[in-house]
């Protein structure tokens, strides 16, 4: 990989201001190859104003459009900006940007498309979440694993690293709720290679994860309905200028 | 419950299964707004099916014609449904207009931008290319 490519990491942030402030430091300090783009969606808070005094670049969105569509936000952003990649950090301070390095790395050893970190592919790395998050997790894999053909160990990480085909491609069309497992399946559907590394992860540094008890179940729901229907999908390329349908969006 | 209203009932709930399923598949329908209706649609066909279940349900309720208390919860889904959409329709309306409103002032902003930029071409605003096709002399 060339030192002229072009790095952009996309924080999607809502309500995050005891957090968004450090991961921006974090990421420009221990990861500076990497463009800062925050994508507040929707907060309520000072989520944009933290972002943007820690010196990164932040786009505001006029409401929430949920994680899926704000992470999307940045594909687009790194798609019409030519930037080479693109790496999802979670802005509640999960995701250690020291390991965004493993990931570069990761992409550089194999030609894929997608480097996932996986919190569950070593035994030194523990994950701190409730068992429940993770047997839902775990069923994830299992379907997701079956479904793709290779083994796919931490569905749900939103911890990615994309090269410029992917950004394309989910700048075009990137799911709307809880995107990360059906995401895993578009990049199955239209042939683009994913590997995971085991990546050491942190209990949230604060604020509410998006996903409360209550809406748990319709996670459970929506990703086992989108994966029962994904199985049905044949895989395929989007022909360029095709003409968008629900779940493509085109913001060109 | 008579055999061809049996067979009807649960000919339709199948379909309406089928066509939500092949929506979603599509991309027709997000997932979002589908599981009501696949929920809708389980049900239906379930008590369609299993039709010694509607004789107790449609006891329970005061019906006496048990394909009835079908249509009953069927209606019922119906009216949850509607009342689902309202609310969607309700949070869609609300963001269209804030839409609306950034979209005015950014324009405004960038009106003061460009008059600020280069005051030799002032006239070059967003709103003249609307014009564009019209004849320039």
């Given at each position: 990989?060339s030192?002229s ?7 999607p ?13 974090a990421?420009?300090?221990q990861?500076?190859r990497?463009?800062a ?5 929707g907060?309520?808070?000072d989520?944009s104003?933290?972002a ?8 505001r ?5 949920g994680i ?13 900006h030519?930037y ?7 802005g509640d301070g999960?995701?250690?940007?020291l390991?965004?390095e ?5 992409m ?5 498309d997608?480097v996932?970190?996986?919190r ?28 793709v ?9 939103g911890?990615?690293?994309y090269?410029r ?5 989910f ?9 990360e ?6 990049l199955h ?7 995971e590394v085991?990546v050491?992860m942190?209990?949230r540094?604060g604020?509410?994860?998006?996903i409360?008890t ?5 996670y ?13 999908r ?13 779940g ?5 | ?6 067979l009807?009932a649960?000919?339709?709930?199948a379909?309406?299964?089928?066509t ?7 991309r027709?329908?997000m ?11 389980i ?6 099916i299993w039709?010694?279940g509607?004789?107790k ?9 048990p ?13 949850l449904?509607?009342?689902h959409f309202s ?8 963001q269209s ?10 324009e405004?902003?960038?009106k003061?931008q460009?008059e600020?930029?280069g ?8 709103e ?8 320039l002399?």
């Open positions: 990989m030192e490519a072009s790095y952009l990491a996309v924080v942030a809502y309500n995050e201001s005891a957090t968004i402030g450090g991961v921006v430091e990421l420009r300090k990861a500076p990497f463009d783009l925050v994508i507040d969606d907060s309520g808070d989520t104003i933290l943007s005094r820690a010196g990164a670049t932040v786009l969105l006029p409401f929430n459009v899926g569509g704000a992470v999307q936000t940045g594909f687009v952003y790194a798609r019409d030519g080479d990649f693109l790496a999802q950090v979670d999960q995701h250690d940007s390991e965004l493993r990931l570069i790395d990761a550089d050893e194999e030609a894929v997608v996932c970190g996986s569950f592919l070593t035994d030194d790395y523990r994950y701190p979440a409730p068992i429940s998050r993770r047997t839902g997790i775990h069923i994830f894999a299992f379907l997701l694993s079956r479904i053909g290779t083994r796919v160990s931490d569905p749900t990480s911890f990615r690293l090269n085909r992917a950004i394309e491609l700048a075009r069309d990137y799911p709307h709720d809880y995107p497992v059906e995401a895993v399946l578009i559907h239209h042939r683009l290679r994913m590997r085991p050491r942190y209990a540094g604020g509410r994860s998006s409360s209550g809406k748990s179940a319709y459970m729901v929506k990703v086992l309905l989108a994966l029962f229907v994904g199985m049905g044949r895989p395929r390329l989007l022909a360029t200028g095709e003409p968008p349908v629900v493509t969006q085109n913001v060109a | 419950m008579q055999a061809r209203i049996q009807v649960i000919l339709s709930a379909a309406l299964l089928v939500v399923l092949e929506m979603v598949r599509r027709r329908l997932e979002r707004y589908a599981l009501l209706w696949l929920l809708s649609a049900v239906l066909l379930a008590l369609g039709s010694s509607l004789a349900i449609s006891h329970a309720i005061g019906v006496i014609y394909p009835n208390a079908l249509f009953f919860i069927g209606i019922g889904f119906i009216l449904l509607l009342l609310s969607a329709v309700s949070r869609l309306t609300d207009e804030m839409l609306a409103q950034r979209q005015a002032l950014l405004e902003r960038l003061r460009e600020l930029a005051d030799s071409e002032p006239e070059i605003a967003s003249s290319r609307d014009m564009a096709d019209l004849p002399d």
